[in-house]
């Protein structure tokens, strides 16, 4: 069954920029969509943006003047970057698969990674 | 965006009870709707797509209804695994999540 696992620095500087990865194992990337979202005390559950294995992507408006997120076929992985960020930006970071047929939904989800941003 | 608003924002009840999650949408949604259940510390797992659609995996006890603005979550019969924080998230872009409803034990 496919799994999703985040890794990156648990800890950014303000002004600077959020670098995360999503690996994918136990299935292919290139099929679904595969989305970033976040979860803080402040703002709770929010999507950042999804990706396709093309390389199409949809962002959140709220947020789609700092975040790219791109992918990468051949390491079954897709990325996350966050520019300029603020301590709003502190959250719980998941990646997971999105499954669009008649009906969009987030499953599996990967377990998570806290990243603080302070200096 | 479309707000979803869930109520209560915390419930209690105790193992065998039916429990009734409540989420509303700011504007008609289909049935555009899922929900999440999430245990602390852990990522949230899809129980229910497409408003009353259940996830391969999740025990019948979980059903989901509504259509429009109004959804609603059944807990048929409360287990003690099932004591976690419920979210509703509609799909339309940019999708938008609920606040939650935290189930406790009474």
């Known amino acids: 069954q496919v799994q999703l696992q985040e890794s990156g620095p648990g800890l950014v500087k303000p002004s600077e920029t959020l670098s995360l990865t999503c690996t994918v194992s136990g299935g292919s990337i290139t099929t679904y969509y595969w989305s970033w979202l976040r979860q803080s005390p402040g703002k709770g559950l929010e999507w950042i943006g999804h990706i396709y294995y093309s390389g199409s992507t949809s962002y959140n408006p709220s947020l789609k003047s700092r975040v790219i997120i791109s992918i990468d076929t051949s390491k079954n992985q897709f990325s996350l970057k966050v520019r300029s960020v603020t301590a709003a930006d502190t959250a719980v970071y998941y990646c997971?698969?999105?499954?669009?047929?008649?009906?969009?939904?987030?499953?599996?989800w990967g377990q998570g990674t806290l990243v603080t941003v302070s200096s | 965006d479309i707000q979803m608003t869930q109520s209560p924002s915390s419930l209690s009840a105790s193992v065998g009870d039916r429990v009734t999650f409540s989420c509303r949408a700011s504007q008609g949604i289909s049935n555009y709707l899922n929900w999440y259940q999430q245990e602390p510390g852990k990522a949230p797992k899809l129980l229910i797509y497409?408003?009353?659609s259940l996830q391969s995996g999740v025990p019948s006890r979980f059903s989901g209804s509504g259509s429009g603005t109004d959804f609603t979550l059944t807990i048929s019969s409360l287990q003690p695994e099932d004591f976690a924080t419920y979210y509703c998230q509609q799909t339309y872009d940019p999708h938008t999540f609920g606040r939650g409803t935290k189930l406790e034990i009474k």
């Open positions: 997971a698969r999105e499954t669009t047929v008649t009906y969009n939904w987030f499953d599996p």
């Open positions: 497409g408003a009353s």
